[in-house]
């Protein structure tokens, strides 16, 4: 009788594996404790004016039903202009490219669709939190390669290690959120060789692709020889653009492997919003000149909140590319990176990402907070004045 009544409020197994995403969570710890919010990374100023105001133009216009469930063929058009533009690369919109909402979304419908249970997935440690998540959800198993410091290079003897018989994907976040570093085209090379001896598929998240500092380039991994029909590359607008509640994203993989991924996404969400597709088609025809905008604009922030740190006292390793700095903790005597992240919510008033949260062993990402610096002058000034009775306490 009482397991009767105890059976329906208990969750499916495959839930219980992981937790909520730790990154939202300081966002509404931040929200509680009304600390300035450098955790989740998501830009605090406007998005570019054209954008909005194409996507308010396409709601007048009753741009308001269902696009085509893989993407509005415009949209899709424009996606394949940029990557010819970009990278001289050609792609089908009809076979290749599918939109779907933001690339968390893009990510888990991939594996879903390429990646059986019992599957292994090589991830790079440490790795953006989605991905733990998105391989229960797709029953795959994960084999980690540990990124070291302070150039978050891997051990080419290890990445080979962890590819086995049973090796589907691998997952390449180029650059990479948290540590910030831009993969090498020998890496990359390194990476595409193993995934073509044991005929894995590699799973690129590009997000970030044009927030590159020092005049670093960025290689999508389907321009490496042999690697265009076993890639399957993640990317959206939410960081070119700034509009991370907009998610509308693609997945770009070959018409062999297209199918599956539109079929999970089909079934899971049908599309994305169809007026932002709309204003999509424009952002995506913007000039050069707003790419090497946002990375100065980036570029600057990266500055001021190192010299921010640094006077602080916190010690930041400098990252390569994307909008975050991982600093290292263990010298401040405040704790462990939860501790630390707790005391900046609650005491001093800002808050991080702690490292625990990029790391399979807790232990292992201890020493480590994340801040982001995609914020105004304003925020970032606010966090410093803050921060700055740390180095006083
Ligand atoms: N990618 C961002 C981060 O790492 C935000 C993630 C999210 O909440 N979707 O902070």
Redesign the pocket.
């Known amino acids: 009788m009482l397991e009767e009544l105890v059976m329906p409020l208990r969750p499916a197994a495959r839930v219980a594996p992981f937790t909520e995403?730790v990154?939202?969570e300081m966002?509404r710890l931040a929200l509680r404790h009304d600390a300035v919010n450098l955790?989740?990374?998501?830009p605090d100023f406007p998005a570019p004016d054209a954008i909005k105001e194409a996507a308010c133009r396409a709601i007048r216009e009753d741009v308001n039903q269902y696009a085509v469930t893989w993407g509005t063929p415009a949209l899709r058009q424009a996606i394949a202009a940029k990557y010819r533009r970009h990278y001289d690369i050609d792609l089908d919109p009809d076979t290749e490219i599918t939109v779907v909402c933001?690339s968390?979304e893009g990510m888990i419908a991939s594996l879903l669709g390429v990646a059986d249970p019992g599957a292994e997935i090589v991830i790079f440690e440490p790795w953006?939190?989605?991905y733990g998540p998105d391989a229960h959800l797709s029953g795959a198993t994960r084999r980690f390669v540990r990124l070291h410091p302070p150039e978050w290079r891997f051990d080419p003897e290890e990445l080979r290690r962890a590819f086995t018989p049973k090796t589907r994907a691998i997952i390449v976040n180029s650059p990479h959120?948290?540590t910030g570093k831009v993969f090498s085209q020998e890496e990359l090379g390194q990476i595409a060789a193993l995934c073509q001896e044991h005929d894995a598929v590699c799973l690129t998240d590009e997000?970030y692709e044009h927030i590159l500092y020092d005049g670093r380039q960025h290689h999508p991994m389907l321009t490496i020889p042999g690697m265009r029909e076993r890639t399957i590359l993640v990317n959206s607008m939410s960081?070119t653009y700034s509009v991370?509640g907009w998610r509308v994203g693609w997945v770009i993989a070959p018409p062999e492997l297209t199918p599956a991924i539109r079929k999970v996404h089909d079934f899971l969400t049908v599309g994305a919003a169809a007026p932002l597709q709309q204003a999509g088609v424009l952002a995506l025809s913007l000039p050069d000149s707003y790419y090497s905008e946002l990375a100065h604009h980036y570029s600057e922030r990266r500055e001021y909140l190192l010299t921010v740190l640094d006077e602080c006292r916190i010690p930041a390793l400098r990252p390569a590319g994307a909008y975050?700095i991982l600093c290292d903790i263990s010298g401040l005597g405040l704790g462990t990176d939860l501790e630390v992240c707790r005391h900046l919510i609650e005491s001093i008033g800002v808050a991080a990402?702690p490292g625990s949260s990029f790391f399979v062993h807790p232990e292992d990402g201890a020493r480590f907070i994340r801040f982001?610096f995609c914020k105004r002058y304003e925020t970032l000034k606010a966090a410093g004045a803050r921060l700055s009775r740390l180095a006083l306490s």
């Open positions: 995403s990154i939202r966002t955790a989740q990374g998501f933001g968390t953006y939190e989605n959120n948290p997000i960081k991370t975050y990402v982001c």
